[in-house]
């Protein structure tokens, strides 16, 4: 068994060089250097981790793997400054959840990607947080417009900031609710729903209610857990997702269940994205 002072330094260099990455991948966004004596030591860093030429990502990518990095680092700063609290997403730290909506805007290209979705499309997203992905859902399918309902008041009020700065009022309509109470008499074309931010025992009654609101042939998005097979990682993601309130449903699971609540033609997108993210669709037949 290694001694855990020697497991600490390993674990706390890996933090540093991931947090050095992120500040190197910041200031890419940014445009800018800043300190030049920092930039040097910044470029030794990820020359280091073979990263490849930074400078070479493209925007999308780039601000993704920016805001992920983020919003990872503050919840485990989080978890190590509060660990006794209990599961739910309580962020109010504006940082964090904007980190986290931009990190959740990657979702809408990974389903446009898939030939999931179309332009025109009236979509929902459920629990939309600060808006990240309701707005990246109408820069990946034009003329759709976007109903986005979350009970967390701290996100919502930022929501609405961003869509306004977006100029995205006509098109995105933000809801303070629960989406088993929400009500729509037009119906949807997409349904964004993240199982792995819904509690398991609410999954049957949010399911249900999407099937309600769909259109015939129209297509659900399940995020489920993505078990995976390393130990550790499996460890880490199970922690985080029950940290946040969501369920450890896997792609199998979450097969099986939105085929029992009536959808069609029901199976798992094929990866081509990271792996931490997986993604279960399904049709409303017509």
């Not at 990263?51 to 978890?79: H, Y």
């Not at 459920?126 to 990246?136: D, T």
């Not at 933000?174 to 398991?200: H, K, S």
Request: net charge negative.
């Amino acid at each position: 068994m290694e001694d855990v002072g020697i497991i600490v330094r390993r674990l706390t260099l890996q933090a540093r060089a991931l947090g050095a990455l992120a500040a190197r991948i910041r200031l890419d966004e940014l445009g800018v250097q800043g300190d030049a004596a920092q930039w040097e030591h910044l470029s030794r860093v990820v020359e280091c981790l073979d990263v490849g030429d930074l400078s070479e990502l493209a925007p999308d990518r780039r601000a993704s793997l920016s805001a992920s990095i983020r919003t990872g680092l503050k919840q485990i700063l989080e978890l190590v400054e509060e660990p006794q609290r209990m599961g739910g997403w309580t962020h109010t730290d504006a940082a964090l959840l904007q980190a986290q909506g931009s990190a959740s805007a990657d979702i809408a290209r990974s389903i446009q990607r898939a030939g999931v979705g179309r332009s025109g499309a009236r979509i929902l997203d459920i629990g939309c947080g600060v808006a990240g992905l309701s707005i990246a859902f109408c820069t990946e399918f034009p003329d759709a417009t976007v109903v986005g309902v979350d009970l967390w008041a701290p996100a919502l009020e930022l929501a609405r900031r961003n869509v306004a700065v977006a100029g995205l009022d006509a098109r995105i309509d933000v809801v303070e609710t629960a989406i088993q109470d929400y009500r729509d008499d037009v119906g949807f074309d997409l349904i964004w729903l993240p199982a792995i931010f819904i509690p398991a025992v609410a999954i049957d009654d949010v399911l249900n209610t999407a099937f309600e609101l769909i259109r015939p042939g129209g297509e659900i998005v399940v995020g489920a857990f993505n078990d995976s097979p390393d130990a550790l990682t499996n460890a880490l993601d199970a922690l985080m997702t029950v940290r946040s309130g969501g369920s450890l449903l896997t792609a199998t699971e979450i097969i099986a269940k939105v085929n029992g609540v009536g959808f069609a033609d029901v199976h798992e997108i094929d990866r081509q994205w990271s792996p931490m993210r997986r993604l279960v669709t399904g049709k409303r037949a017509r």
